[in-house]
């Protein structure tokens, strides 16, 4: 089809991202750099698809600008905008078309969110320009800025500043953040304290709902999670966010969706660019698109902890009959159109001492623990850490006697 590309070599998640994007002198320019590298020998793109875009002929597979951004990153002279794809899309148009025909064209919204200064992040920035031995005009322009746009002296400092500086010394951004506020650039509306940079079950639990059931928006502030006849978790996860990030003064309210769901709506730049930066969440249509969240090295009870939320969410706890017809056995199934996410699971499951099998077809992953005797030990041991037992309920409902649930 014109494109010849190996995810197994570029390391890209965005190979199926259905995404494609309109021109912008930004992703231009990041192509551009990426050229000057090689970029369609090294991630094997057809020089065409780059041509055309930047003759402003056609539109371009967002994959192929997200590895530009990646090849780029290997060059710390390169600003930090052509080196992030969703700062690069920042005020971009993609687009992209259902198999129903619905066509979506959405402008990408992903300005700077900001960082409060103190000692130790101006001690960072002068000791960036030490290294490269650069004014700080050079530095803002490093940083993505017009000539002047920037100074060191300033009050609060975008994070795209404080990324690009860790990279040049580097870093980890997200230790070196800990415990610092991050907030827009002219409202405190939704402000947020980036939590320590470690494993923290709770917020593996938020992720994992906002994997399977939420999304980001493209062109707007919102962190969305959809469930149906579900307001009980979605007022936990209310709470577990503004626990966990310190949430203060964002809109956070439930919904009525226009097809009965309910929905969990939480209006955050802040929150949302650390879940995208940090935590590698994907803005708008995900599928495809997930990165694995490596959940190794927990205890038990942590993996005991997590499993409800796979359970909950695109988890189904149905029934088979038996040989004989007789009885109806339980039977636990993970169903999702992400390999990544459905691994994960996987992952879970095995750490808990489970054999599940997994399935592919036709771009849909499958897990499944089909033994009712593992199922019921499953049920037993994560029950207590569900926030809603509907599903738990169905089944003994359906199940011959309860079996033993």
């Known amino acids: 089809m014109g494109i010849v590309q190996s995810e197994k070599n570029s390391g890209l998640e965005s190979t199926k991202s259905p995404y494609l994007v309109e021109y912008s002198s930004n992703v231009a320019t990041a192509l551009n750099f990426a050229i000057q590298k090689n970029l369609s020998t090294s991630c094997r793109i057809e020089q065409f698809l780059i041509q055309d875009y930047l003759k402003k002929k056609k539109p371009i597979p967002i ?17 930090l905008t052509y080196q992030n794809l969703w700062f690069c899309l920042h005020n971009s ?23 409060n200064s103190n000692q130790k992040i101006t001690f960072l920035l002068e000791e960036v320009r030490k290294k490269l031995k650069i004014s700080q005009r050079r530095f803002s322009e490093l940083c ?5 746009a920037f100074h060191i002296v300033n009050t609060k400092h975008p994070i795209a500043v404080i990324l690009k500086a860790c990279q040049i010394l580097k870093i980890e951004p997200w230790k070196f953040l800990e415990k610092c506020e991050l907030s827009g650039k002219t409202s405190s509306a939704g402000k947020i304290i980036i939590p320590e940079d470690k494993k923290d079950i709770e ?8 994997r399977t059931e939420g999304h980001l928006e493209l062109g707007s502030t919102h962190i969305e999670i959809n469930q149906k006849n579900d307001t009980t978790s979605l007022d936990k996860l209310k709470e577990l966010f503004i626990k966990k990030f310190m949430l203060k003064n964002a ?27 940090k935590y590698n969440l994907p803005i708008g249509y995900k599928n495809g698109s997930l990165q694995k969240m490596h959940l190794d090295g927990l205890s038990e009870l942590e993996y005991k902890k997590i499993m409800p939320a796979f359970i909950q969410t695109e988890g189904c706890l149905s029934y088979h009959y038996s040989r004989n017809k007789k009885k109806k ?33 036709q771009n849909i992953f499958k897990v499944g623990l089909y033994d009712s005797k593992k199922v019921i030990n499953l049920i037993k041991q994560t029950e207590d850490y569900f926030w809603n037992k509907k599903k738990i309920t169905y089944l003994k409902e359906k199940c011959t006697n309860g079996i033993g649930l």
């Open 144 to 148: 993505g800025y017009k000539k002047g």
């Open 203 to 210: 917020i593996y639990t938020l992720l994992i709902w906002l």
């Open 251 to 277: 809109p956070a309210k439930l919904h009525t969706g226009q097809r009965g769901e309910d929905r969990l709506i939480i209006s955050s730049a802040p929150l949302r660019q650390l879940l995208c930066l």
């Open 93 to 115: 148009i993609l687009t992209r078309q259902q198999p129903s025909g619905r066509r979506f064209r959405t402008k990408v919204s992903f300005a700077n969110c900001y960082i």
């Open 63 to 79: 994959w192929i600008v997200n590895a530009a951004c990646k090849l780029n990153n290997n060059d710390l002279k390169i600003p």
């Open 329 to 361: 056995l339980p039977i636990f199934e993970f169903i999702v159109k992400d390999g990544n996410l459905a691994e994960d699971c996987l992952m879970c499951l095995n750490k808990l001492g489970y054999e599940p099998k997994f399935y592919i077809k």
